[in-house]
């Protein structure tokens, strides 16, 4: 099975800007989750979709937002970017099930100038 | 909400047993994971650990757990270089797909 992928790779924006990325999840896979990598503050959960619903979120402020299609592939926006929102921003891929083994795809490097 | 510590920086020699230290405070975790993540990578799938278990080996892999004092260890044998990278303990608790990750141990392994 193919892994899990993102795209693109790496981003360069300016402040005020939006963004979206993209994952396309593990084929079988029904959920998929966000996280947000920087130095400063490690790993955190940004939200999950699962059948294209929201289905867990994390503390994180309204302009990061997302969405699932009918194909579980997912997109995440973020807009008025910030120098903050600098960081590897990494897609896991899972059945959404009891077990929920997470896979990860490469991540997306993004940088706000 | 769900804590987990891990300690920064480990150092060994090639070919010695290393051994990563997690612990968690949520008791309901349910699966507790490892993953590897090498510079300028996402994270690879290491391991997994079901809590009703104590043990579980993979190859040069051990995971034990011990449930009452809230401690999850790695332990890598016979280390090569290119065992050198971050290994980050992750912990699922609860129905919904959300795993709470520890800060990262940076394993470095010197000839």
């Known amino acids: 099975k193919a892994g899990v992928t993102q795209t693109p790779r790496y981003l360069i924006k300016t402040r005020g800007q939006q963004v979206t990325l993209s994952c396309s999840p593990i084929?079988?896979?029904?959920?998929v989750s966000w996280y947000q990598q920087t130095p400063g503050q490690g790993l955190q959960f940004l939200f999950e979709?699962?059948?294209?619903?929201?289905?867990n979120k994390g503390n994180f402020p309204g302009r990061f937002s997302g969405r699932q299609f009918s194909n579980s592939r997912s997109e995440m926006n973020v807009s008025t970017l910030e120098l903050g929102d600098s960081a590897l921003y990494l897609c896991?891929?899972?059945?959404?099930?009891?077990?929920?083994?997470?896979?990860f795809g490469p991540g997306t490097r993004l940088t706000v100038l | 909400g769900e804590d987990v510590e891990q300690s920064l920086f480990l150092s060994v020699r090639e070919g010695d047993s290393s051994v990563i230290n997690c612990t968690y405070t949520?008791?309901?975790?349910?699966?507790l994971y490892w993953y590897k993540q090498e510079p300028g990578a996402g994270l690879q799938l290491l391991t997994y650990?079901?809590?009703?278990?104590d043990m579980k080996q993979d190859q040069r892999l051990t995971v034990l757990l011990n449930k009452k004092d809230k401690h999850l260890s790695l332990r890598i044998a016979d280390t090569q270089t290119g065992d050198s990278a971050i290994y980050f303990c992750?912990?699922?608790?609860?129905?919904?797909?959300?795993?709470?990750f520890g800060t990262g141990t940076r394993l470095q392994v010197t000839l």
């Open positions: 896991a891929s899972s059945d959404g099930l009891r077990t929920d083994t997470q896979y």
């Open positions: 084929s079988g896979h029904r959920s």
């Open positions: 979709y699962f059948s294209e619903t929201q289905r």
């Open positions: 949520d008791s309901s975790s349910t699966y």
């Open positions: 650990i079901f809590s009703n278990m």
């Open positions: 992750a912990v699922h608790t609860g129905t919904a797909s959300k795993l709470t």
